[in-house]
Every structure is written in C-alpha cells, then in structure tokens.
C-alpha cells in the first residue's frame, strides 16, 4: 500500500508541474503596425544571424526583413509571378521558398540576393509549407485547395523532388520533432494533424492521427524544445499548443483572427512571432518554454 500511495503521489507532482508549466496567462501583443503587408503575410523564420525575414511585405512577390523593434524594410522582389507561402533556410544559409504559383521552390543568395529555383516539378499543386532538417532536406506540404486534396514531398538536399503522399486532404502546416523522428502535418478543410515516423534517410511510416478540432482551420506549425505541437487555429485568432501524444494543453488567444504561421526567436527562444493575415501584420507573445533549437 505504501508503494503505491508514493507512485500515486509522483503522479500528482510530475501532474501538478506539467500543468503549472502551462497555466500561467499569455496576453499577446503587436509586434509591428499593421497593413505593412499584403493579406498573404506568412512565412517568418529567422536565418543563422538572428534576422527575421516573412514574405509578401508591402505587396505579394515580395520578401521583407524585421527589425526586433518592429520595424520592417524590402528584402528582395521574386521573379515575375512567383509568390512566396513559407520561408526556410538550410545549413549554407541560403533562403528557401515554396513558390506556389510557379511550382517551384527558389533559393535566395543571402549576400547577392540573386534568386535561381532550387527544385521544380510540374506534379506540384502548390508548394504552401516547408520544414527542413539537419540534412538540408525539406519536407513540403502541397495542397489543391479546389478539390480539397493534397500532396507531402521531401526535397533532398541535391534539390531533387520524392513523393512521399499523393492521397491526402488540404495538406498544410508541416514541421519536424525536436529529434527530427517525427514530421507533423496538417490537413486544413479536414481539421486533421497527422504524425508519421521519419528514418535516417527521410522516408515516412507509420502515419496516425494526433488531433483533429471540430471547427475552424489551421495553417502554420511549429515545435517548442519540449516537442509540443503549436498550430495556428485560422479563423479562430488562437495558437492551439498540442503535447506529442495529441492532448491539448492551452490556445494562446491573438488579437486577429486569421493567423497563419509563426517562430520561435528571441535571445532565449521564448518569444513566439505570430503572421496575421486579417491584420497584414504581426503580433508576439511570450511562452513558458523556447522553441525547438533553443
């Protein structure tokens, strides 16, 4: 009995702590003024330097740079009829962007700003987001939103384009595990997150479902270091935070509705950057925990 009172008493504590790491209240705050950027504002990361880059500041085709004042300026103007949805950068620190329009995705010299196109193949509905690893391969989701269907590739390094899912719903947020053994995608108009296991060479198994929500859609995901899960719930101005088996832990509440990604930055990881779609701007918040990397 007295062993298991104390097992019953760890439960408690290891509970207790768990919920304390996640219970204090999170107000989020504007970042930058709004209308800054056109209403397909998306796509933040920062590269190796700490700078923050989102697509589509003043006008679509474009990408701006963040100052952590707020401020924002003109990074580079894409090709004619190319538009950015996410931005990721590999281990030369080059910028890559899933280029929807053109089925591409393009790759930004940081110094000349010259842009060429990384990988193409006319079997891409719409690149939309992209995840990348420590082998410099990216993982993309690639929906087809008049049919409500969707595509997941990886692009290895060398640029070269793997199907890996050709029978899926509205695929769109993707992101890795802290580990990188886990990708993590969501379906849109389907209100489904689902998680495969990912080997050493890139290849996914094992699909099952993690959550899926009764109303509203998401866009944009990310890890914290921990390997929570947080979706921008668009439509219902929340950050859905979600533990790796799939519970649901808290929603941050935003000032706009149609957030549509975010980033974790900050000198310790702990500030999340927010895309909002209804505000052409951005807004940030504070959380408990430093995003994956940190």
């Given at each position: ?30 970042f ?57 950068f ?12 053109k ?6 010299n940081?110094?000349t ?8 193949t006319?079997?891409?509905n719409?690149?939309n987001?992209?995840?990348?690893n ?28 793997i ?7 509205t ?15 969501n ?11 990912v ?10 479902l ?10 944009g ?19 859905a ?13 935003l ?18 950057f ?21």
């Amino acid at each position: 009995m007295k062993h298991l009172f104390l097992l019953f008493c760890t439960a408690l504590f290891f509970a207790s702590c768990a919920a304390e790491r996640f219970s204090a209240d999170i107000a989020s705050t504007d970042f930058t003024a709004e209308n800054l950027f056109s209403q397909n504002i998306e796509g933040p990361a920062f590269d190796a330097n700490g700078t923050l880059y989102v697509v589509n500041f003043e006008r679509n085709g474009t990408v701006g740079k963040v100052g952590m004042d707020g401020s924002c300026e003109l990074f580079v103007v894409l090709p004619e009829g190319s538009n950015a949805n996410a931005i990721q950068f590999n281990s030369k620190n080059e910028m890559l962007l899933a280029d929807w329009p053109k089925h591409n995705i393009l790759r930004v010299n940081m110094g000349t700003k010259s842009v060429d196109t990384f990988s193409h193949t006319d079997l891409f509905n719409q690149p939309n987001d992209i995840c990348i690893n420590a082998k410099d391969q990216l993982f993309a989701s690639d929906p087809h939103w008049n049919t409500n269907t969707g595509q997941l590739w990886r692009i290895d390094a060398d640029g070269t384009p793997i199907l890996l899912e050709d029978s899926m719903g509205t695929t769109n947020g993707i992101c890795l595990s802290p580990d990188e053994k886990i990708l993590y995608v969501n379906e849109s108009i389907q209100r489904t997150v689902w998680k495969y296991d990912v080997d050493g060479s890139g290849n996914i198994t094992n699909k099952r479902l993690l959550i899926e929500f009764p109303d509203h859609g998401m866009d944009g995901m990310k890890c914290d270091r921990d390997g929570n899960l947080y979706i921008t719930r668009y439509g219902k101005g929340t950050i859905a935070v979600v533990s790796p088996d799939g519970k649901l832990l808290r929603e941050v509440q935003l000032k706009g509705k149609n957030c549509s990604n975010l980033v974790f930055g900050g000198p310790d990881g702990r500030t999340v950057f927010v895309t909002l779609q209804d505000r052409k701007g951005m807004e940030k918040f504070r959380n408990n925990i430093p995003g994956k990397g940190y």
